[in-house]
């Protein structure tokens, strides 16, 4: 299990991203001839997030993906400078509720530090996290390039980890 390098930070982030942001779960996606769990993608949010009182205990929704996914991956994209990444917004990242109960996020983001053209400007993240806002479970993260098929963000997103 990989354990978040920057816990009091993805806090502060994870509050900062739930105000204005909303998750939702539309019908399911899946690759053909692919032997990924059931999942339900999101091309974007379109529900409010739950009113209900969270505490360290409350299991992750969406938008706590997003701002932990975020956090988690700042410092592989850019671990001297920590400012100059543009984060494609909530609204239009693809996500999806796995079967196992994690959720899986695709995230684009331009770093600002590397000149145009340069490898490493235009990136994504891909991060899967399950548990609760006190205690994720990280089942994976990293850093890739930028992918334009869908439905092989989706198979990636639902595809089970192997240990």
Same mark, same amino acid.
Request: aromatic share 4%.
């Given at each position: ?49 739950? +009113? ?71 990136? +994504? ?39």
């Amino acid at each position: 299990m990989k354990r978040p390098v920057m816990l009091p930070m993805l806090a502060v982030l994870t509050s900062l991203a739930l105000m204005g942001c909303t998750p939702s779960a539309p019908a399911a996606q899946q690759s053909e001839g692919t032997e990924a769990p059931k999942a339900t993608a999101s091309p974007g949010p379109t529900s409010a997030p739950s +009113a209900a009182a969270r505490s360290a205990d409350t299991g992750l929704e969406a938008i706590d993906t997003y701002a932990l996914c975020k956090a988690q991956t700042l410092a592989i994209i850019a671990p001297d400078e920590l400012s100059g990444i543009s984060w494609a917004p909530y609204e239009s990242t693809t996500w999806l509720l796995r079967e196992d109960g994690a959720i899986g996020i695709y995230i684009e983001a331009i770093n600002e530090n590397k000149a145009e053209g340069d490898d490493g400007r235009d990136v +994504a993240l891909f991060c899967k996290v399950g548990g609760t806002i006190g205690e994720p479970d990280w089942l994976d993260f990293g850093v890739g390039s930028r992918e334009t098929d869908r439905d092989n963000i989706l198979h990636v997103l639902s595809t089970t980890d192997q240990a």
